[in-house]
């Protein structure tokens, strides 16, 4: 049963998965996050995987947050056991060597939008919902979100989102920086299979040594992140990747990775 929580599609090292619990709005669970990390585990160690595309079964939503009734009952210890497994897991999704992206179709909410922020990319349907309504249940974000939120898009935002519980639309979410893009969901399918082809079909290594650049280089002051992109830069120059992607631009024609 639990092989059908998180479906995979492989296209050519581009895969899609999708969290298959639409009755709950694809809502997480202790099995959906042991499914998916088990998933993530299995394309860690692909040497083929170009791209992942992460969205939710249904027109409804993408993840309308961690499972309610699951936690309802939780002591401390096990509230803090389901967080460190979220996190764990949301933790393996964001450091995929490869171009990851949320395919929003839907409500966002709660543990939902901290799954959506640890994506690189994130594009939404323009009826999705997004937010993070922990407060409201008396508790507070613990799937990352009072910590990846503010990173995106700012602590100001970040507080009032988290500390309101307010939902916002897709264009609030769009004009705060929360996604990339945000069009009508009949759309949405097409646009992320092509940016998700588009980012693949860019160097793996030059797009993998971007996200580390970006992703470590957040948590350092300014003269250490910069000191690592350097390192990252020039070892951009010890691959294939670099003479192809500057010879080809030299000879005008498209460079093959
Ligand atoms: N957990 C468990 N079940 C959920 C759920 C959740 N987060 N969200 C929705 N569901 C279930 C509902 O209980 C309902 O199940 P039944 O049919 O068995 O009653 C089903 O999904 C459909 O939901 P609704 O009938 O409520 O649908 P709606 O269209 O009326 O409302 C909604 C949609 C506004 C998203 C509403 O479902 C809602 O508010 N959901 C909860 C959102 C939320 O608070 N998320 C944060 C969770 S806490 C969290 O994520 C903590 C963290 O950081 C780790």
């Known amino acids: ?32 996050l042991s499914e998916l990390e088990r998933v993530l585990s299995e394309l860690e160690a692909r040497d083929d995987l170009r791209g992942v595309l992460i969205t939710g079964a249904g027109e409804k939503a993408f993840v309308a947050g961690a499972d309610i009734a699951e936690m309802h009952e939780k002591t401390p210890e096990e509230a803090r056991a389901f967080a460190s497994q979220a996190l764990r897991t949301i933790k393996r999704l964001e450091t995929l060597p490869v171009p990851v992206v949320a395919l929003v179709n839907g ?15 994130a594009v939404a349907s323009d009826n999705a919902v997004f937010g993070q309504p922990e407060v409201l249940l008396g508790v507070i974000p613990g799937f990352g979100g009072t910590q990846r939120l503010p990173r995106r898009v700012g ?14 639309d897709a264009a609030e979410a769009l004009r705060i920086g929360l996604v990339n893009r945000v069009m009508p969901q009949a759309e949405l399918e ?17 797009v993998r040594n971007a996200k580390q650049a ?8 300014l003269d250490s992140a910069l000191a690592l992109e ?6 951009g120059f010890a691959g294939s990747e670099q003479k192809e992607g500057m010879g080809a631009f030299l000879e005008k024609r498209k460079p093959n990775f």
């Open 107 to 121: 409500f966002c909410l709660g543990g939902g939008c901290e799954l959506a922020l640890a994506c690189d990319w």
């Open 155 to 168: 602590p100001a935002m970040a507080l009032d989102l988290v500390t309101t519980g307010r939902k916002i």
């Open 190 to 206: 097409a646009y992320a299979e092509e940016l998700a082809k588009q980012l693949a079909g860019n160097g793996p290594a030059a």
């Open 214 to 221: 970006v992703h470590d280089g957040m948590d350092q002051d």
């Open 1 to 32: 049963m639990s092989e059908n929580l998180i479906e995979v599609v492989d296209a050519a090292g581009l895969v899609r998965l999708t969290i298959n619990r639409p009755k709950a709005l694809n809502a997480l669970n202790s099995a959906v």
């Open 230 to 235: 350097t390192a990252l830069f020039a070892l």
